[in-house]
């Protein structure tokens, strides 16, 4: 009889072994059981609200998914790779700053966000909203009564080992430094808020605070994880996925959380086979729908919009820089005096290379409309409403920079336009093209940006491109 190291299997049994184990994966790695997983996830999220009685704030981009858009009360940009061993960053770029008004008056609220398998909860939670917090208790509140326990830094135990923590202590003083270094009311800032801020979690294991439990000594953000933990391999879970709205490139088919939220019955209850069709026929239908939202105000006279523009055209009082996601000639931009359509191509590094090039021009094409000498700064329309936040000062010449999704690009270029051609008070001051700028310049222009339009994710690359430009 042969002993089992005498066996021998051939490599084809292996070949469909590792096959089936593949599928097996796919299947369960399905879109209908992302949704599937999404919803119950969902379930959770709404009763942590209702225990905690404070409203829920979704991190983008994961974290939208499993807030229903009705019980959304606002939505943050807190990153995870902020958090990550060696980094632990306060970002100057995400500021979050529009939470302090929910916050104060709400006496806190729940951050909502998800993660893989394999951890406890995402770093953006378990750090970087942590540091968030010790930051801006330490700038908005230098005099704290209890400044031992308003200063410190708290993080969750369980997922932060101690020399990890002290790691994090240690560089708290330079990101306090540099939210300093920006210039912001911080007394406007600290009127929005009574007491401190301090982080406390909660995740599907724990058990769930008293409904509307009150803290005295500080204003409760809540970082809730949705998913609970899945220790070994999905498919023992039966269909249920950790973090299962993670990577939505890979498998989404284009869906959104507002088009999951608006037709989740229909989804949930439709046969796996029928279901990637029904999304791009969902998908297909709510782009055919949806509506283009209105300008958005990020200095007295810059705004930035989504493309195809909004309503009735710009007034005359108003110059337009239309960021193209087709790559085009550059002697085929100007339009007319106070148009000018740039084809830098869809939003990627590419783009963002092309947006470099093409800053000179914009440059140029916005500075000879504002000069206050322009006949196209004024005509009879020129009071005409641009949109959210236009009033006070509608005379006065006004620039829109519009891309696709009104949030990147247009933003990037809208920060070197501030840069170049503004100061503090939005006043048209153009600086001479030999001024040279530093990145800490660059940075407080940009946190005036975010701090108006709490929304804009300008990425990466693009900023790189604004800085190459400006700083030569």
Not at 57 to 86: I, L, M, Q
Request: glycine fraction near 6%.
């Amino acid at each position: 009889m042969a002993t089992t190291s005498e066996l021998i299997f051939p490599p084809q049994a292996n070949h469909n072994f590792s096959r089936v184990l593949g599928d097996l994966k796919r299947s369960n790695l399905s879109v209908a059981n992302r949704l599937r997983s999404i919803r119950e996830d969902a379930d959770f999220v709404a009763e942590a609200a209702a225990a905690f009685a404070r409203p829920l704030v979704a991190n983008e981009r994961c974290g939208s998914w499993y807030v229903a858009p009705a019980a959304r009360a606002a939505s943050a940009y807190f990153k995870s790779t902020d958090g990550h061993a060696g980094q632990w960053r306060f970002s100057t770029r995400r500021l979050n700053l529009h939470l302090l008004d929910l916050i104060g008056r709400c006496d806190g609220c729940l951050v909502v966000d998800s993660t893989r398998r394999g951890k406890r909860m995402p770093d953006a939670l378990s750090k970087t909203v942590p540091v968030w917090c010790c930051v801006l208790n330490r700038a908005l509140f230098p005099d704290a009564g209890d400044a031992a326990a308003a200063h410190a830094l708290y993080t969750p135990p369980s997922a932060v080992a101690p020399s990890e923590h002290a790691q994090i202590e240690a560089r708290l003083p330079e990101h306090v430094a540099a939210f300093r270094a920006l210039g912001l009311d911080a007394a406007a800032l600290r009127r929005r808020l009574r007491k401190p801020l301090r982080p406390l979690w909660v995740t599907p294991e724990s058990p769930l605070a008293p409904a509307g439990e009150v803290f005295d000594a500080f204003h409760p953000v809540v970082c809730c994880t949705s998913s609970r933990r899945v220790p070994g391999a999905e498919m023992s879970e039966r269909g249920y996925i950790q973090g299962a709205a993670d990577d939505t490139e890979n498998w989404a088919l284009g869906l959104t959380p507002p088009v999951f939220w608006r037709h989740q019955q229909l989804l949930l209850a439709t046969p796996d086979p029928e279901l990637p069709g029904l999304v791009r026929a969902l998908v297909a239908a709510h782009a055919a729908d949806a509506s283009v939202p209105s300008p958005k105000q990020v200095s007295r006279r810059l705004f930035v919009a989504c493309l195809p523009l909004a309503g009735p055209s710009p007034p005359p009082s108003t110059c337009v820089v239309a960021l193209r996601p087709e790559a085009t000639d550059p002697s085929s931009w100007v339009k007319s005096p106070r148009l000018i359509e740039v084809g830098v191509g869809k939003p990627n590094k590419i783009a963002s290379r092309n947006l470099r090039v093409a800053l000179p021009s914009i440059g140029d094409f916005v500075r000879r409309f504002l000069e206050p000498a322009s006949p196209t700064a004024e005509g009879p329309d020129a009071g005409e409403d641009l949109g959210a936040g236009a009033g006070a000062g509608a005379l006065e010449p006004r620039v829109l920079v519009a891309c696709e999704t009104g949030k990147d690009l247009s933003v990037g270029v809208a920060l070197a336009l501030l840069c170049q051609n503004f100061d503090g008070e939005g006043n048209y001051c153009p600086r001479p093209p030999s001024t040279g700028y530093t990145k800490s310049d660059i940075r407080v222009q940009l946190s005036r940006i975010m701090t108006t339009f709490p929304d804009a994710n300008p990425s990466r690359t693009t900023l790189q491109s604004v800085n190459s430009f400006l700083m030569g």
